[in-house]
Protein backbone atom coordinates (compact mmCIF):
# COMPACT_ATOMS: atom_id res chain seq x y z
CA UNK A 1 0.00 0.00 0.00
CA UNK A 2 1.51 3.17 -1.26
CA UNK A 3 1.02 6.85 0.68
CA UNK A 4 2.17 10.20 -0.68
CA UNK A 5 2.40 11.01 3.17
CA UNK A 6 5.97 12.80 3.66
CA UNK A 7 5.70 13.36 7.58
CA UNK A 8 7.41 16.73 8.59
CA UNK A 9 10.88 17.08 10.37
CA UNK A 10 10.48 19.54 12.81
CA UNK A 11 13.21 22.58 13.25
CA UNK A 12 15.84 21.85 16.13
CA UNK A 13 17.00 25.10 17.81
CA UNK A 14 20.81 25.29 18.08
CA UNK A 15 22.84 28.58 18.31
CA UNK A 16 26.62 29.40 16.79
CA UNK A 17 29.12 30.41 18.80
CA UNK A 18 27.82 33.99 19.03
CA UNK A 19 24.51 32.92 20.03
CA UNK A 20 22.76 33.21 17.20
CA UNK A 21 19.95 30.48 16.16
CA UNK A 22 21.51 28.30 13.94
CA UNK A 23 20.40 25.30 11.57
CA UNK A 24 22.37 22.52 11.54
CA UNK A 25 20.24 20.99 8.73
CA UNK A 26 21.57 23.78 6.34
CA UNK A 27 24.76 25.09 8.22
CA UNK A 28 23.48 28.52 8.25
CA UNK A 29 21.99 31.14 10.65
CA UNK A 30 18.33 32.05 10.73
CA UNK A 31 18.41 36.44 10.48
CA UNK A 32 21.24 38.81 10.54
CA UNK A 33 23.75 39.46 13.21
CA UNK A 34 22.65 43.18 12.75
CA UNK A 35 18.89 42.44 13.98
CA UNK A 36 16.01 40.51 12.68
CA UNK A 37 13.79 43.55 12.93
CA UNK A 38 15.83 45.38 11.26
CA UNK A 39 16.31 43.48 8.27
CA UNK A 40 12.68 42.66 7.82
CA UNK A 41 12.01 46.35 7.59
CA UNK A 42 14.84 46.93 5.48
CA UNK A 43 14.79 43.71 2.75
CA UNK A 44 10.84 42.93 3.18
CA UNK A 45 9.21 45.54 3.77
CA UNK A 46 10.66 48.45 2.32
CA UNK A 47 12.27 46.18 -0.79
CA UNK A 48 8.24 45.72 -1.69
CA UNK A 49 7.54 49.39 -1.02
CA UNK A 50 5.64 49.06 1.92
CA UNK A 51 3.50 50.59 3.59
CA UNK A 52 2.95 52.73 1.16
CA UNK A 53 1.95 50.18 -1.90
CA UNK A 54 -0.89 49.36 0.48
CA UNK A 55 -2.49 52.18 0.90
CA UNK A 56 -6.01 52.66 -0.72
CA UNK A 57 -6.24 48.84 -1.13
CA UNK A 58 -8.91 47.17 0.18
CA UNK A 59 -6.59 44.02 0.48
CA UNK A 60 -3.03 42.79 0.03
CA UNK A 61 -1.45 39.14 -0.19
CA UNK A 62 2.12 38.25 0.67
CA UNK A 63 3.60 35.43 0.17
CA UNK A 64 6.67 34.30 1.68
CA UNK A 65 9.59 31.30 1.29
CA UNK A 66 11.30 30.57 4.46
CA UNK A 67 8.99 31.40 7.87
CA UNK A 68 11.65 30.52 10.11
CA UNK A 69 10.29 31.64 13.89
CA UNK A 70 7.56 34.47 11.78
CA UNK A 71 10.01 37.77 12.69
CA UNK A 72 9.36 39.01 9.00
CA UNK A 73 5.29 37.89 9.51
CA UNK A 74 5.22 39.94 13.10
CA UNK A 75 7.02 43.09 11.12
CA UNK A 76 4.55 43.22 8.47
CA UNK A 77 1.94 42.44 10.51
CA UNK A 78 3.19 45.47 13.32
CA UNK A 79 3.45 47.78 10.23
CA UNK A 80 0.25 47.05 9.01
CA UNK A 81 -0.95 47.94 12.83
CA UNK A 82 0.66 50.81 12.79
CA UNK A 83 -0.48 52.56 9.65
CA UNK A 84 -3.68 54.50 9.83
CA UNK A 85 -4.05 53.86 6.01
CA UNK A 86 -3.82 50.26 6.08
CA UNK A 87 -5.97 47.62 4.02
CA UNK A 88 -8.90 46.38 5.68
CA UNK A 89 -7.32 43.00 5.20
CA UNK A 90 -3.86 41.84 4.85
CA UNK A 91 -3.24 38.12 4.07
CA UNK A 92 0.22 35.94 4.33
CA UNK A 93 0.72 32.91 2.94
CA UNK A 94 4.07 31.54 3.90
CA UNK A 95 6.06 28.19 3.26
CA UNK A 96 7.98 26.70 5.95
CA UNK A 97 9.86 23.27 5.23
CA UNK A 98 11.20 22.55 8.92
CA UNK A 99 8.68 24.66 11.26
CA UNK A 100 9.74 24.36 15.34
CA UNK A 101 7.32 22.93 17.39
CA UNK A 102 4.87 25.05 19.59
CA UNK A 103 6.84 25.28 23.07
CA UNK A 104 9.99 25.46 21.04
CA UNK A 105 8.60 28.63 18.66
CA UNK A 106 7.09 30.22 21.61
CA UNK A 107 10.92 29.96 23.91
CA UNK A 108 12.57 31.00 20.76
CA UNK A 109 10.07 34.42 20.60
CA UNK A 110 10.76 35.40 23.97
CA UNK A 111 14.59 34.88 23.47
CA UNK A 112 14.33 36.69 19.41
CA UNK A 113 12.06 38.87 19.46
CA UNK A 114 12.63 42.71 19.91
CA UNK A 115 10.35 44.25 22.09
CA UNK A 116 8.17 46.14 19.32
CA UNK A 117 7.35 42.28 18.37
CA UNK A 118 7.09 41.01 21.83
CA UNK A 119 3.38 40.48 22.04
CA UNK A 120 3.06 39.72 18.83
CA UNK A 121 5.27 36.75 18.89
CA UNK A 122 3.28 35.61 21.99
CA UNK A 123 -0.02 35.74 19.92
CA UNK A 124 1.69 33.82 17.19
CA UNK A 125 2.51 31.27 19.31
CA UNK A 126 -0.51 30.78 21.33
CA UNK A 127 -2.35 29.99 17.83
CA UNK A 128 0.61 27.80 16.45
CA UNK A 129 -0.69 24.82 14.44
CA UNK A 130 0.50 21.19 15.25
CA UNK A 131 3.09 20.11 13.14
CA UNK A 132 1.04 18.44 10.82
CA UNK A 133 1.79 18.61 6.63
CA UNK A 134 -0.28 20.92 4.42
CA UNK A 135 -2.11 23.91 5.04
CA UNK A 136 -2.97 25.64 8.38
CA UNK A 137 -4.80 28.96 8.54
CA UNK A 138 -4.83 31.34 11.51
CA UNK A 139 -6.96 34.87 11.94
CA UNK A 140 -6.16 37.75 14.00
CA UNK A 141 -7.60 41.05 14.27
CA UNK A 142 -10.52 39.83 14.19
CA UNK A 143 -9.64 38.10 11.23
CA UNK A 144 -8.33 40.90 9.01
CA UNK A 145 -4.86 39.25 9.26
CA UNK A 146 -5.04 35.87 8.33
CA UNK A 147 -1.85 33.87 7.92
CA UNK A 148 -2.02 30.50 5.57
CA UNK A 149 0.96 28.40 7.02
CA UNK A 150 2.16 25.58 4.31
CA UNK A 151 4.04 22.82 6.33
CA UNK A 152 6.23 20.92 3.76
CA UNK A 153 8.49 21.10 0.59
CA UNK A 154 7.66 24.42 -1.30
CA UNK A 155 8.41 22.83 -4.19
CA UNK A 156 5.29 20.79 -3.34
CA UNK A 157 3.17 23.40 -2.05
CA UNK A 158 3.63 26.21 -4.62
CA UNK A 159 2.21 24.62 -7.39
CA UNK A 160 -1.37 23.70 -4.80
CA UNK A 161 -1.43 27.39 -4.46
CA UNK A 162 -4.26 29.46 -5.66
CA UNK A 163 -3.65 33.29 -4.91
CA UNK A 164 -2.91 36.51 -5.94
CA UNK A 165 0.41 38.04 -4.50
CA UNK A 166 1.43 41.47 -4.44
CA UNK A 167 4.15 41.52 -2.52
CA UNK A 168 6.81 37.92 -2.38
CA UNK A 169 9.62 37.64 0.49
CA UNK A 170 12.04 35.26 -0.39
CA UNK A 171 13.45 34.07 2.78
CA UNK A 172 15.25 30.71 2.78
CA UNK A 173 18.20 29.93 3.39
CA UNK A 174 21.58 30.73 1.35
CA UNK A 175 21.08 29.98 -2.15
CA UNK A 176 24.79 27.50 -1.93
CA UNK A 177 23.46 26.15 1.43
CA UNK A 178 19.43 25.67 0.05
CA UNK A 179 19.59 25.72 -3.66
CA UNK A 180 15.79 24.02 -4.10
CA UNK A 181 14.48 27.10 -2.29
CA UNK A 182 15.72 29.67 -5.28
CA UNK A 183 15.60 26.86 -8.19
CA UNK A 184 13.71 28.18 -11.64
CA UNK A 185 10.54 25.80 -11.12
CA UNK A 186 9.79 27.21 -7.74
CA UNK A 187 10.05 30.51 -8.72
CA UNK A 188 8.26 30.02 -11.86
CA UNK A 189 5.44 28.78 -9.54
CA UNK A 190 6.20 31.66 -7.70
CA UNK A 191 5.67 34.59 -10.52
CA UNK A 192 2.61 32.36 -11.76
CA UNK A 193 0.80 33.84 -8.49
CA UNK A 194 1.86 37.37 -9.45
CA UNK A 195 -1.11 39.87 -9.03
CA UNK A 196 -0.84 43.11 -11.47
CA UNK A 197 2.15 45.40 -9.98
CA UNK A 198 3.61 42.67 -7.95
CA UNK A 199 6.88 43.02 -6.18
CA UNK A 200 10.17 41.13 -4.60
CA UNK A 201 12.45 41.16 -2.44
CA UNK A 202 15.49 39.05 -1.27
CA UNK A 203 18.51 39.64 1.04
CA UNK A 204 20.52 37.42 -1.50
CA UNK A 205 22.41 39.11 -3.90
CA UNK A 206 23.85 36.84 -6.50
CA UNK A 207 24.20 37.17 -10.57
CA UNK A 208 23.06 33.44 -10.89
CA UNK A 209 20.15 34.33 -8.28
CA UNK A 210 19.20 37.59 -10.43
CA UNK A 211 19.60 35.78 -14.40
CA UNK A 212 16.95 32.79 -12.50
CA UNK A 213 14.82 34.97 -11.66
CA UNK A 214 14.09 37.29 -14.51
CA UNK A 215 13.77 33.55 -16.39
CA UNK A 216 11.27 32.83 -13.78
CA UNK A 217 9.27 36.14 -14.57
CA UNK A 218 11.06 38.85 -12.36
CA UNK A 219 12.67 41.70 -13.52
CA UNK A 220 15.11 42.03 -10.49
CA UNK A 221 18.19 44.56 -9.86
CA UNK A 222 20.37 45.18 -6.89
CA UNK A 223 19.59 47.54 -4.53
CA UNK A 224 21.74 48.62 -0.91
CA UNK A 225 21.79 46.23 1.51
CA UNK A 226 21.57 45.81 5.58
CA UNK A 227 24.07 44.85 8.01
CA UNK A 228 27.10 45.30 6.41
CA UNK A 229 25.95 43.55 3.74
CA UNK A 230 26.39 45.38 0.66
CA UNK A 231 23.42 44.27 -1.93
CA UNK A 232 20.26 42.66 -2.00
CA UNK A 233 17.82 41.78 -4.50
CA UNK A 234 14.64 43.77 -5.33
CA UNK A 235 12.49 44.10 -8.32
CA UNK A 236 8.75 43.65 -9.72
CA UNK A 237 6.85 40.47 -11.81
CA UNK A 238 7.20 41.45 -15.98
CA UNK A 239 3.37 40.66 -15.92
CA UNK A 240 0.28 39.31 -14.06
CA UNK A 241 0.64 35.80 -13.40
CA UNK A 242 -1.79 33.04 -15.06
CA UNK A 243 -3.02 31.62 -11.57
CA UNK A 244 -3.62 35.30 -10.17
CA UNK A 245 -4.92 36.14 -13.69
CA UNK A 246 -7.38 33.36 -13.15
CA UNK A 247 -8.48 34.72 -9.93
CA UNK A 248 -8.98 38.06 -10.54
CA UNK A 249 -12.32 39.70 -8.86
CA UNK A 250 -15.27 40.96 -10.67
CA UNK A 251 -15.86 43.40 -7.70
CA UNK A 252 -17.37 42.48 -4.06
CA UNK A 253 -21.10 41.91 -3.99
CA UNK A 254 -23.60 40.48 -1.72
CA UNK A 255 -24.46 36.87 -1.07
CA UNK A 256 -27.34 35.33 0.76
CA UNK A 257 -26.69 32.65 2.46
CA UNK A 258 -29.68 30.33 3.52
CA UNK A 259 -29.01 27.93 6.26
CA UNK A 260 -26.28 28.78 9.44
CA UNK A 261 -25.10 25.11 9.56
CA UNK A 262 -21.52 23.96 9.24
CA UNK A 263 -21.35 24.61 5.32
CA UNK A 264 -23.34 27.69 5.79
CA UNK A 265 -21.26 29.66 8.40
CA UNK A 266 -18.24 28.64 7.00
CA UNK A 267 -19.32 29.76 3.17
CA UNK A 268 -20.40 33.29 5.17
CA UNK A 269 -17.09 33.27 6.80
CA UNK A 270 -15.03 32.55 3.54
CA UNK A 271 -17.10 35.04 1.52
CA UNK A 272 -16.80 37.61 4.51
CA UNK A 273 -12.50 37.61 4.88
CA UNK A 274 -13.20 38.39 1.03
CA UNK A 275 -14.65 41.66 1.52
CA UNK A 276 -18.18 40.34 0.84
CA UNK A 277 -21.36 41.43 2.19
CA UNK A 278 -23.23 38.16 3.49
CA UNK A 279 -26.98 38.01 4.63
CA UNK A 280 -27.29 34.57 6.49
CA UNK A 281 -31.08 33.06 6.75
CA UNK A 282 -31.89 30.01 9.28
CA UNK A 283 -35.45 28.86 9.81
CA UNK A 284 -33.96 27.65 13.10
CA UNK A 285 -32.78 31.02 14.37
CA UNK A 286 -36.87 32.13 13.34
CA UNK A 287 -37.67 29.32 15.69
CA UNK A 288 -35.34 30.92 18.52
CA UNK A 289 -33.17 27.79 18.32
CA UNK A 290 -30.09 27.68 16.87
CA UNK A 291 -30.11 25.15 13.80
CA UNK A 292 -27.88 22.13 15.19
CA UNK A 293 -28.81 22.42 19.55
CA UNK A 294 -29.17 19.36 20.52
CA UNK A 295 -26.71 17.97 18.42
CA UNK A 296 -24.63 15.45 20.64
CA UNK A 297 -20.99 16.11 17.69
CA UNK A 298 -21.94 18.43 14.95
CA UNK A 299 -18.40 17.49 13.49
CA UNK A 300 -15.61 15.32 14.00
CA UNK A 301 -12.73 16.16 12.95
CA UNK A 302 -9.77 13.16 12.81
CA UNK A 303 -6.03 14.57 13.92
CA UNK A 304 -3.49 11.99 13.55
Not at 123 to 128: I, P
Not at 190 to 207: E, F, I
Not at 242 to 261: C, D, E, T, Y
Request: glycine share 12%.
Amino acid sequence: MSSNYVPLIPAVAEFDADGRLYSPVYGDVYHSPSGALGQAEHVFLRGNGLPQRWRGRSAFTVCETGFGLGLNFLALWKAWRDDPERPAALHVVSMEGHPFAREDLAALLERYAPEPLADLGRRLAAEWPDLLPGLHRMEFEGGAVTLTLGFGDARVLAPRLSARVDAFFLDGFAPERNPEMWALPLLRDLAALAAPGATVATWACTGELRRTLQEAGFNVRRAPGYGGKWHMTAGEAAQEGRVAAALRPSGAGHAVVVGAGLAGGGVAQALAARGWRVTVIDAGRSAGAPAHAGHVAAALTPVV
